[in-house]
């Protein structure tokens, strides 16, 4: 992992903008039309529209929402810095507003284009920017908080700018180069990109600034992360799990995972907090990005990530998936504590169980006797626990999960996953 660099001055990222000045009303998008009706086919045109459509909203929230966080920044710096970042973000609404109407002919004016691309949003990209107007209001409501700081610094421009927006444009960008069309279109997204680049750093120097200043400032960061990572993984989720919606421009959903966590976990540390301090990250720390990024499409497509609207489906990979993240987030001490495995009774697949073995917790299918506790549900149902879906304690009320064992060792069940 890259260690933590000395981070650009805000007044040196002040600059840059100056230097970065650039109109989303002077670039020619006259042959983009051209193209994207005569060299883009109907799956490129689909997937084109799906994709710039959260780039056109997720504009206009942030351009809309950033407000709390200039009014919070306790520095004078930051406050100037932030103010030219809301510019910005009103200049990229005007580019991906112009092109969506001018070039793909959706709507006929601001509002109407709106209106037309919310069909478009995916579930995650709306769970994600719901919890940014949740913490910006709350923020707006307590200026003084600087856990609300944190939360939205990092919700900004660590998660939203830099996992989602900055992966986005990399790959939009490559293949606009290498396909060789709409001028005006990468021409924009290029600006928007520099700027993006800019904002980011911004966020990391001012995440790490308020890491190093108050000791709530990195519980709030990895607390809001913990919240919204399981909803970020279903902003790329694209219509009916169609995976041509990338592959049509030459790059995978895989590509697109390892480069977000990546770009994640690099600025992350950059700010003082290190990836494994987040338990959704240590859990798969052992694992390449690659690797991470595999499993990730195997929960999505198995339904237990990417929709919460969606009943998991569970395969023998997903299944072994699943308890691979039990088996390492379990407290080892309350698992050897019980004096015995815990197995899981599921009424619509075989069973499966957990014992300390060796230093480390073990997850295996089959049976196994003396059970210490035992948990008896349907496979679903703890596949959602497992990822936070569903709250266990609402899951004993209703009776969809069920615990059996001695008393003393129901009582250690809340230690044992935290």
């Not at 600025?267 to 990250?281: D, F, M, S």
């Not at 198995?302 to 919460?308: N, S, T, V």
């Not at 997903?318 to 379990?330: K, L, N, Q, T």
């Amino acid at each position: 992992m890259e260690e933590r660099t000395e981070p650009i001055s805000y007044q040196r990222l002040y600059r840059l903008w100056e230097e970065g000045a650039w109109s989303a009303t002077a670039i020619d998008l006259t042959l983009d039309r051209e193209h994207f009706d005569g060299r883009l086919d109907q799956t490129q045109r689909d997937a084109a529209l799906w994709n710039y459509a959260m780039f056109l909203t997720g504009e206009e929230a942030v351009a809309r929402t950033l407000t709390p966080v200039l009014d919070a920044a306790p520095d004078h710096p930051q406050q100037v810095f932030l103010a030219t970042q809301i510019a910005d973000e009103a200049r990229h609404h005007v580019f991906f507003d112009r092109f969506m109407r001018e070039v793909a002919g959706v709507g006929h004016d601001t509002a109407s284009t709106l209106e037309q691309t919310r069909a478009l949003l995916t579930w995650g990209f709306r769970q994600t920017f719901s919890e940014l107007e949740r913490v910006t209001e709350a923020l707006r409501r307590k200026p003084q908080d600087l856990g609300l700081l944190a939360q939205a610094v990092t919700l900004y421009h660590l998660v939203i700018e830099g996992m989602l927006a900055v992966p986005g444009q990399h790959f939009i960008q490559r293949y606009l180069q290498d396909m060789n069309v709409l001028p005006g279109f990468s021409e924009g997204m290029a600006n928007v990109a520099r700027d993006e680049s800019r904002h980011v750093a911004f966020g990391v120097r001012f995440l790490g600034d308020l890491v190093a200043s108050a000791r709530e400032c990195k519980s709030a960061a990895i607390e809001v992360l913990e919240r919204v990572l399981p909803w970020t993984v279903g902003v790329f989720v694209p219509p009916r799990l169609d995976r041509s919606y990338t592959e049509c421009f030459g790059f995978t959903l895989e590509e697109i995972y390892a480069f977000a966590e990546r770009a994640l976990e690099t600025k992350l540390l950059r700010a003082g907090i290190h990836p494994e301090e987040v338990p959704r990250l240590a859990r798969m720390a052992h694992l390449t990005y690659e690797e991470r990024a595999a499993r990730t499409w195997v929960l999505i497509r198995d339904g237990i990530l990417g929709d919460d609207r969606r009943e998991p489906h569970m395969t023998p990979q997903s299944m072994e998936i699943v308890f691979d993240g039990v088996a390492r987030s379990v407290d080892l001490d309350a698992l050897r504590s019980l004096g015995g495995p815990v197995v899981w009774d599921f009424h619509d697949d075989q069973p499966w169980y957990l014992v300390a073995a060796d230093g480390h917790a073990e997850a295996k299918p089959g049976r196994v006797a003396e059970p210490a506790l035992v948990l008896e549900c349907r496979r679903g149902d703890w596949a959602k626990i497992a990822v936070g879906r569903l709250d266990p304690r609402w899951a004993l009320l209703t009776r969809k999960l069920r615990v059996h064992g001695a008393l003393a060792s129901k009582a250690k069940l809340a230690r044992l996953f935290g």
